[in-house]
T-cell receptor
Framework: DTAVSQTPKYLVTQMGNDKSIKCEQNLGHDTMYWYKQDSKKFLKIMFSYNNKELIINETVPNRFSPKSPDKAHLNLHINSLELGDSAVYFC????????????????FGPGTRLTVL | DQQVKQNSPSLSVQEGRISILNCDYTNSMFDYFLWYKKYPAEGPTFLISISSIKDKNEDGRFTVFLNKSAKHLSLHIVPSQPGDSAVYFCAASSSGGGSNYKLTFGKGTLLTVNP
């Protein structure tokens, strides 16, 4: 019974194409995230949504557009793919913290390996 | 700007011995620290965390130590088991109000436990 799932697991595409990665969590969490792990292995946050509202938007090209149709889903759409977009993209979710100091544990999906040729 | 640093890309340990993974941070606003474990082709899995009001947190074979003055934390695994072989990520966040906390990750340390 998967907690955070992503599809597809692997995605190979040509430069210039538009692609989407889907994420779903069945944990009842309010907050979802997208992270990128690049070739240097750094895991960096890209976006965070809380109850379908964008909360964190790091310096990410506007070719990347997250969409949250409901609080259980956070999809990532990428326009005009570039070689540098090749990476592993991880979705994560965390429970509400009700404004208290952070004890958030983020739960990660298995990742989507995107290869742009 | 690397705010969370794991300076050892890899560590090899004999089964049954202690594994010590180190992490340094530069941002004094960080007040919550986590360790994640990652197997190949899987997402990171939460392992253990520590708040800045503590200097030690223990969970079974895993203990995290925090030295705030040195901005240093370490994860001890005793005894190490072959199944512990994975990449370990150190992560940090700052509460600063609000309900959504950004995790800043280190680059990870690959731990290999040899039978």
């Amino acid at each position: 019974d998967t907690a955070v799932s992503q599809t597809p697991k692997y995605l190979v595409t040509q430069m210039g194409n538009d692609k989407s990665i889907k994420c779903e969590q069945n944990l009842g969490h309010d907050t979802m995230y997208w992270y990128k792990q690049d070739s240097k292995k750094f895991l960096k946050i890209m976006f965070s949504y809380n109850n379908k509202e964008l909360i964190i938007n790091e310096t990410v090209p506007n070719r990347f557009s997250p969409k949250s149709p409901d609080k259980a889903h956070l999809n990532l759409h990428i326009n005009s793919l570039e070689l540098g977009d090749s990476a592993v993209y991880f979705c994560a979710s965390s429970p509400p913290s009700w404004g208290l100091p952070s004890t958030d544990t983020q739960y990660f999906g298995p990742g989507t390996r995107l290869t742009v040729l | 700007d690397q705010q969370v640093k794991q300076n050892s890309p890899s560590l090899s340990v004999q089964e049954g011995r202690i594994s010590i993974l180190n992490c340094d941070y530069t941002n004094s606003m960080f007040d919550y620290f986590l360790w994640y474990k990652k197997y190949p082709a899987e997402g990171p899995t939460f392992l253990i965390s520590i708040s800045s009001i503590k200097d030690k947190n223990e969970d079974g074979r895993f203990t995290v130590f925090l030295n705030k003055s040195a901005k240093h934390l370490s994860l001890h695994i005793v005894p190490s088991q072959p199944g512990d072989s994975a990449v370990y990520f150190c992560a940090a966040s700052s509460s600063g109000g609000g309900s959504n906390y950004k995790l800043t990750f280190g680059k990870g340390t690959l731990l290999t436990v040899n039978p």
